[in-house]
């Protein structure tokens, strides 16, 4: 079973579906519906952060969820889940250049999420903030020709970050990015 933290974006069941296609369950619950004493019951195999609106700063169950469970239970962050891993690990994020519905080329690393997939892939961007800095236990794994940081590992622990949006139509191989998130979880 894997838990998706809502971070109350209208994406989030877009993902939600990719993974209950794949014969996985999956449970939904947003911030105020849940604690980390209830993931710690739960048990789940892997967390999923959604997208949401906002800063990082301002997603304190998120955030929470982070520096509890990483190193415990995978984590997969997606746009501002991407960004709150950065944050809870004391990185930046800050302003960028809102893009929203564009799509972008990125380059990445070949491990991790992008496990035998073509060395460049178009991405569909919904953000305004972007990664400023990084902690040295986060590594960049993708980016776009210009530098801003598309994709990010822990060093130590099963967690990975995309700025993107891998269950989008414009986001070319999202769906077997989170396939191997599933089998990354159960290695």
Same mark, same amino acid.
């Given at each position: 079973m894997f838990l998706m933290i809502d971070n109350y974006d209208s994406f989030t069941y877009n993902i939600v579906h990719y993974i209950e296609g794949m014969d996985?369950?999956?449970?939904?619950?947003?911030?105020?519906?849940i604690t980390t004493h209830d993931i710690e019951d739960m048990q789940p195999e892997?967390?999923?952060?959604?997208?949401?609106?906002g800063h990082p700063e301002d997603a304190a169950l998120t955030l929470e969820v982070i520096k509890?469970?990483?190193? #415990?239970?995978?984590? !997969?962050?997606? %746009? $501002?889940?991407?960004q709150a891993?950065?944050?809870?690990?004391?990185g930046k994020v800050d302003k960028g250049r809102p893009v929203h519905g564009h799509s972008?080329?990125?380059?990445?690393?070949?491990?991790g999420l992008y496990m035998n997939l073509p060395d460049s892939l178009k991405v569909a961007r919904y953000h305004?903030? #972007?990664?400023?800095? !990084?902690?040295? %236990? $986060?590594?960049v794994t993708a980016k776009t020709h210009d530098g801003i940081i598309m994709g990010i590992r822990h060093c130590d622990s099963l967690v990975e970050g995309?700025?993107?949006?891998?269950?989008?139509?414009?986001?070319?191989?999202?769906h077997e990015q989170l396939k191997q998130f599933i089998r990354m979880c159960r290695e």
């Amino acid at each position: 079973m894997f838990l998706m933290i809502d971070n109350y974006d209208s994406f989030t069941y877009n993902i939600v579906h990719y993974i209950e296609g794949m014969d996985e369950e999956i449970i939904v619950r947003q911030p105020h519906e849940i604690t980390t004493h209830d993931i710690e019951d739960m048990q789940p195999e892997g967390i999923l952060l959604s997208p949401g609106p906002g800063h990082p700063e301002d997603a304190a169950l998120t955030l929470e969820v982070i520096k509890t469970f990483a190193g #415990r239970i995978p984590l !997969l962050g997606i %746009c $501002l889940g991407f960004q709150a891993i950065i944050t809870a690990f004391g990185g930046k994020v800050d302003k960028g250049r809102p893009v929203h519905g564009h799509s972008a080329e990125i380059t990445h690393d070949g491990k991790g999420l992008y496990m035998n997939l073509p060395d460049s892939l178009k991405v569909a961007r919904y953000h305004s903030l #972007r990664a400023v800095s !990084l902690p040295e %236990c $986060l590594i960049v794994t993708a980016k776009t020709h210009d530098g801003i940081i598309m994709g990010i590992r822990h060093c130590d622990s099963l967690v990975e970050g995309v700025q993107y949006h891998p269950e989008s139509v414009l986001t070319e191989h999202g769906h077997e990015q989170l396939k191997q998130f599933i089998r990354m979880c159960r290695e």
